[in-house]
């Protein structure tokens, strides 16, 4: 057994997205080689509804998987093929863009108006860029969690793990997402293929990861008042990249630490980026523009 070094931390980033939304991108856009199939991760986490009603309206994809998971109050959706539904606290939806989808996204909040949700992209590969467009949403009583004797907590929502299978099934890169708490104080190690790129993100308490040599913890940059650069010891919306190994060990802080581990095995093919649309050649992608243009992007 080795445990996977921690490659890199970076602290999610404040950007706008769709008609206004504020959120929190961990990664996204240009190269994101170290985190294939993956391609972008989004924290649109906020307590002010003034900061996510406008939310996401129509737009285009193609040539991916969008994974919502949704963690407070509720995200609507509707598509160009007719389908339409609303995810709710814990649920998830994981949908195949394939050939081409229309659709738009609406976050609403809870009582307190807070709204606190994910969204990954993951890539497909060449084969399946022009598969038909599907949907799996799930129920949040259909996510099995497992609880360790120690009081470690582990939703399941894709892939295998202490026994048990996740809903969603199907998906090209056979990825695991995981969600899990590990409480204060205590020290676990979670099993990681060693062909997979994997990583980890804080969303609630703290803690510490350890490779073989020394800790690394979870921490973002700041200045102090005189302008100088210093560490500080954080957990929230921090992201974890893992280099090589089958293990991560976590050290949970005082409050504990929660966080999503998701891993996949990468594609390793070319990506030609143009937003929300990804394929493999920039003459697919102009393709993908052309017919968006001429009304014939839904087949």
């Known amino acids: 057994m080795s445990i996977r070094p921690v490659k890199r931390i970076v602290q999610a980033q404040p950007t706008l997205e769709g008609a206004g939304v504020h959120l929190r991108r961990a990664f996204g856009f240009g190269n994101t080689s170290d985190f294939d199939p993956f391609l972008l991760f989004d924290d649109f986490r906020n307590d002010n509804p003034e900061a996510y009603k406008k939310g996401f309206p129509w737009h285009p994809h193609r040539g991916i998987e969008t994974i919502t ?19 709710r606290s814990g649920d998830v939806q994981w949908m195949t863009a394939g050939r081409g989808i229309l659709h738009q996204e609406m976050p609403f909040g809870d009582e307190q108006g807070r709204m606190h949700g994910f969204q990954l992209w993951a890539n497909l590969p060449s084969s399946l860029k022009m598969t038909s467009p599907r949907y799996q949403d799930v129920k949040s009583n259909e996510i099995p969690t497992v609880t360790d004797d120690d009081g470690t907590e582990v939703r399941i929502i894709i892939g295998d793990f202490w026994g048990k299978n996740g809903p969603v099934d199907g998906i090209a890169a056979d990825p695991r997402y995981l969600d899990v708490y590990v409480p204060p104080g205590k020290r676990k190690k979670l099993k990681v293929e060693v062909d997979r790129h994997a990583f980890a993100y804080i969303f609630d308490g703290e803690g510490t990861f350890r490779d073989a040599s020394q800790p690394q913890d979870v921490r973002r940059e700041v200045l102090d008042t005189n302008g100088n650069e210093r560490l500080e010891w954080s957990g929230n919306r921090s992201l974890v990249l893992f280099d090589n190994g089958d293990e991560v060990s976590v050290q949970a802080g005082d409050k504990g630490i929660r966080f999503l581990l998701v891993s996949g095995a990468p594609l390793n093919e070319p990506i030609a980026w143009g937003g929300p649309i990804v394929m493999n050649t920039e003459a697919e992608l102009r393709q993908a523009f052309t017919e968006l243009r001429n009304g014939t992007f839904i087949k």
């Open 69 to 87: 998971y949704v963690l407070a109050g509720a995200v609507t959706h509707s598509d160009s093929l007719g389908n339409n539904g609303a995810l």
